[in-house]
Nanobody, 121 residues
Framework: QVQLVESGGGLVQAGGSLRLSCAAS????????MGWYRRAPGKQRELVAS???????NYTDSVKGRFTIARDSAKNTVYLQMNSLKPEDTAVYYC???????????????WGQGTQVTVSS
């Protein structure tokens, strides 16, 4: 089992910055990837940024050059630095951790509780 606790959301004006944090606890040695997803009102959840155990990162096109995912392995924490925020970035952001499945193919996903990010124009 992995527990994820997010923090750092809030209200910011367009062009501003926020940093989200996600602290993992429990069976953290099993985690091979962590990332951030978001769900905007009326839209499907989408992957924003992810990082695998090698440090390789992946970003959705709309945030490239503005968002940065980083980790502090000693603290079992992953961050999402969000700069040049736009109103369309408004969403609930969820932290995700993946561990290998044991019974069925594919990973087991763990999720944080979500944190609201609101960008005003």
């Amino acid at each position: 089992q992995v527990q994820l606790v997010e923090s750092g959301g809030g209200l910011v004006q367009a062009g501003g910055s926020l940093r989200l944090s996600c602290a993992a606890s429990g069976s953290t040695s099993s985690i091979y990837a962590m990332g951030w997803y978001r769900r905007a009102p009326g839209k499907q959840r989408e992957l924003v940024a992810s990082m695998i155990s090698t440090g390789k990162t992946n970003y959705t096109d709309s945030v490239k050059g503005r968002f940065t995912i980083a980790r502090d392995s000693a603290k079992n924490t992953v961050y999402l630095q969000m700069n040049s925020l736009k109103p369309e970035d408004t969403a609930v952001y969820y932290c995700n951790a993946k561990v290998p499945g044991t019974i069925h193919p594919g990973p087991i996903d763990y999720w944080g509780q979500g944190t609201q990010v609101t960008v005003s124009s």
